[in-house]
Structure formats: C-alpha cells, structure tokens
C-alpha cells in the first residue's frame, strides 16, 4: 500500500469533504509513491497511529502518524507526521479515525468502508 492509495481512499469515503484530510508529502517517507509500511535497516515502520486532537481555536484535526523504529540503526524512535486534516465535529474527526485505521491496517474491505465513509458523510455534513 502506497500513501497514494490512501489519498484514493480518503477521497472515496469523502473523508475529505469537512475542510481537509491529505497527505503531507513534504517528508521523504510520506511521498504519494512511498509505502505506507516499510521495513529495512533504516526505516521499520512500527506501527501506524491515527488520533484526533481539539483544536485550541475551532475545529478537530486527525493526524496520522508513521511510528518508526531505528534501533538497528542505533537511533531512537522517530514519529512522522504522514496527514492531517481538519474537522468541525468531533464525530466526524472520530469517525475518520476509525475508517482510516481500518483501511490502513486492513481490517476492511476498502469499498464497503469507502461506502460507509459516504454515507456518514451525508448524514452529518454541514
């Protein structure tokens, strides 16, 4: 799975349609042709973490996160911003978390929850 399969994803369960949810590719291991999961002597990816914080001002972001363990390397663990996006509900960021995990990890089939993401979406839209 590469970061751009999950753009595809994000865009097809409309997780994108609040204010924003995409990407950061300003970081090597997070470019639309990087994988999602690596493992080699300098980037092993550990796990991959999506949470939801309250914003200080207005507004939920998502942010997911590449969790890396470089201890073959002898460095310490390194934490990789990979998305973020920006909510108005906490519903609607929490419910993007739990779509998003389920995608990543591959608990899912990705058109049902892609189906699911849809409907939620219309049910709570602005």
Same mark, same amino acid.
């Not at 609040?18 to 994988?35: K, M, N, S, W």
């Given at each position: *799975? ?7 994803? %994000?865009? $097809?369960?409309?997780?994108? *349609? ?11 291991? +997070?470019?639309?042709r990087a ?6 002597? +300098? ?9 939801? %914080? ?19 390397? &002898?460095?310490? +663990?390194?934490?990789? @911003?990979? *998305? ?6 906490? %519903?609607? $960021? ?5 779509? @998003?995990?389920?995608?990543?990890? &591959?608990?899912?089939?990705p058109a %049902? ?5 849809r409907q939620?979406? $219309?049910?709570?839209?602005?």
């Amino acid at each position: *799975m590469l970061w751009a399969d999950v753009n595809a994803f %994000v865009r $097809a369960a409309q997780l994108d *349609m609040d204010e924003c949810l995409e990407v950061d590719q300003g970081h090597p291991l +997070t470019q639309q042709r990087a994988p999602v999961w690596s493992d080699n002597a +300098t980037h092993n990816t550990k796990w991959i973490e999506v949470s939801w %914080v309250k914003a200080r001002g207005k507004g939920f972001y998502v942010h997911v996160r590449k969790i890396i363990n470089n201890h073959r390397g &002898g460095k310490p +663990t390194e934490y990789v @911003l990979a *998305m973020v996006g920006k909510y108005w509900s906490p %519903v609607r $960021a929490a419910f993007a978390c739990d779509l @998003l995990t389920r995608f990543i990890y &591959g608990i899912d089939d990705p058109a %049902v929850l892609a189906a699911i993401g849809r409907q939620h979406y $219309a049910e709570h839209k602005g």
